[in-house]
């Protein structure tokens, strides 16, 4: 297949994110050097809440031609000069996934280049091992993908071999932040907002549950929290919170949250004792307070903490880009072009299903 008897001689890679409201297109040099990126995020949703699928999906189609122009312009490059192309194929929304993909798989085909459909989670995993990080980030190590969609503790064995050890039962922490932040008065997307009041209250005002906390395991669950949030909101009425009780209650919050966070790590070392480094990823992964928690268990563990940069926590084109040359590098062939986009693909199905005929 074209350019592909050495991942080392390949020239630039284009890959394409659409797995939720983000519209997001990167270029990397075979070394991972990142050439150029580019993210449009999508700000409909604000207004209603919460992503819409049928929206985002519009809106992404919308986005793409000019978005993956600017980032080859950025770059210096046209099409031509791409080697192989790269896009989100699973897991998220259906619309958006198919948008998103059908795009790259259509570039790819009009040009004769290889498609490598890669999948969401996989992108976050493997983050903190790009070059431009300087980690030099070695297997294996722990990864807590902390996210809206996503709360997931998973051993990083190698490329394309991942143990989940666990996972959220109910909401994902991102999910309760933003809920949280909603019975609050902040909007949507709510964390950014509520880590901010969070910072005027005390973390002790409330003595909120911590769910599966000192449980087995390092599986996760918010929804108890949440309601307890809600209960607690519930006698001050429908009108505007006063300003120190809401701040107390995200303060508090947010504690029990990065407290459970902790607690999970613990559990997901110890079910995983040989791992060199803990990582945190996803769009959580920004706050303050839930970093510096995982940090200090990290610490009691005398390994490596590594929090990749916030444009590369939240949903990127760079990290999809990224996984498509790991696993070139690591000698895999580049998928069929008719690999299906699928909302639910798990870290443990190494190949996508491919497209009804």
């Not at 990065?258 to 110890?270: F, G, I, P, S």
Request: hydrophobic content about 45%.
């Amino acid at each position: 297949m074209h350019g592909m008897s050495d991942p080392a001689a390949l020239r630039p890679l284009l890959a394409i994110e659409t797995s939720c409201d983000d519209t997001a297109c990167a270029i990397l040099a075979h070394d991972g050097t990142i050439l150029a990126e580019g993210v449009l995020s999508q700000n409909d949703h604000a207004i209603l809440g919460g992503v819409v699928p049928e929206i985002a999906a519009r809106a992404h189609l919308d986005a793409l031609p000019a978005l993956v122009q600017s980032v080859l312009s950025k770059a210096s490059l046209t099409l031509a000069d791409i080697d192989t192309f790269a896009g989100t194929t699973g897991p998220g929304l259906i619309g958006g996934l198919i948008v998103g993909s059908s795009y790259a798989k259509g570039l790819a085909l009009a040009l004769g280049r290889p498609f490598i459909a890669v999948n969401h989670i996989e992108g976050h995993v493997l983050t903190a091992r790009l070059p431009s990080l300087e980690a030099n980030l070695q297997f294996p190590f722990l990864t807590m993908l902390v996210s809206g969609g996503h709360c997931q503790c998973i051993s990083v064995e190698k490329t394309g071999q991942y143990i989940r050890l666990g996972g959220t039962i109910d909401d994902a922490a991102g999910e309760a932040f933003d809920k949280v932040a909603k019975m609050l008065g902040l909007g949507w997307p709510g964390g950014p907002a509520l880590e901010k009041l969070a910072g005027e209250g005390r973390d002790d005002a409330f003595a909120l549950p911590r769910p599966l906390k000192g449980r087995e395991g390092c599986d996760f669950s918010f929804s108890g929290l949440k309601t307890a949030v809600s209960r607690l909101i519930e006698p001050q009425g429908s009108g505007a919170l006063p300003r120190q009780f809401a701040a107390d209650v995200a303060a508090s919050f947010q504690r029990a949250v990065a407290d459970v966070m902790a607690d999970r790590a613990e559990h997901a070392l110890a079910m995983a004792p040989h791992s060199t480094a803990l990582v945190v990823a996803g769009g959580v992964a920004a706050n303050r307070t839930l970093r510096s928690a995982l940090e200090a268990v990290a610490e009691r563990h005398d390994i490596r903490f590594i929090a990749p940069p916030l444009r590369l926590c939240t949903d990127n084109a760079v990290m999809i880009g990224w996984a498509a040359l790991e696993r070139l590098h690591a000698g895999e062939q580049p998928h069929e072009i008719d690999v299906a986009a699928r909302p639910r693909w798990p870290l443990s199905e190494r190949q996508p299903a491919a497209a009804l005929s």
